[in-house]
């Protein structure tokens, strides 16, 4: 029997060594969140290392740096909104949802409807209770449930999708993987007062994001 424990907190300080994992609140929420629970049987030996795994229908997990470096970015703080796009496993909204701390909200799309029903499962049964899994094109957003403080796109689409943009609450943040289907920049776009900006974080490689406003 493996000591995933000891594994994760291996993984977690490597990421800090590598300067990706900064801030006490992201430590603490990739510390608690099991990722060996969110991977199928066959890969659950390879979940503490630094990749990312097939989570099943051709879809994966995203690699822990990406994670970090993501959730880094996005600032979640209690009592924000926010929109996941991508549930897939539901690793990351279980992130999310420990920096909520039981404050605000978070919904996740997921396209595929066996993965939303496996997401929402696994959610449920490790307690992550106030996070709402739904199936839908996510490139349109999730209207019922705006406007959002923080929206992170965890598939890569061929531009930014407008209308993430317009459910995004004045001093919100997105992030999207933007590019072609093999290769991507990670964008942060702030929305302000006087307008929309957007810089790079760098080269990423997502799964494609499919829909109305993706592939
Ligand atoms: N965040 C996930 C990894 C996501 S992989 C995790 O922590 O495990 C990307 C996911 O986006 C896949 O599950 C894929 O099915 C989903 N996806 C692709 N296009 C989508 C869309 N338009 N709306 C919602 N989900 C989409």
């Keep these: ?26 430590r603490d929420a990739l510390m608690r969140v099991p990722r060996h629970l969110f991977v199928p049987d066959e890969v659950r030996q390879n979940a503490y290392e630094d990749c990312p795994l097939p989570v099943g229908l051709g879809q994966t997990i995203s690699a822990p740096h990406m994670v970090a470096l993501m959730t ?19 690793y990351q909204a279980a992130v999310l949802s420990v920096l909520l701390n039981g404050e605000g909200s978070l919904v996740t799309v997921e396209r595929i409807p066996e993965l939303a029903d496996l997401a929402r499962k696994r959610l449920a ?3 992550y209770g106030n996070v709402k899994v739904v199936v839908g094109d996510g490139s349109l957003g999730w ?22 943009v317009s459910q995004l609450k004045v001093g919100g943040m997105l992030l ?28 990423v490689v997502f ?9």
């Design 72 to 90: 880094e970015s996005l600032d979640v703080k209690p009592g924000q909104n926010v929109l996941e796009v991508g549930c897939g496993s539901g």
């Design 125 to 127: 049964d490790l307690g």
């Design 176 to 203: 999207v993987p933007v590019g072609g289907r093999g290769f991507q920049e990670l964008f942060l776009v702030e929305k302000s007062g006087a307008g929309v900006s957007r810089r790079s974080l760098g080269g």
């Design 1 to 26: 029997m493996a000591d995933f424990d000891w594994q994760r907190r291996r993984l977690i300080t490597q990421l800090e060594r590598q300067g990706i994992v900064r801030s006490p609140a992201v």
């Design 207 to 215: 799964v494609p994001l499919v829909g109305e406003d993706g592939w």
């Design 143 to 164: 209207p019922s449930d705006a406007p959002f403080d923080r929206v992170l796109v965890t598939a890569g689409a061929p531009g930014v999708p407008v209308a993430l």
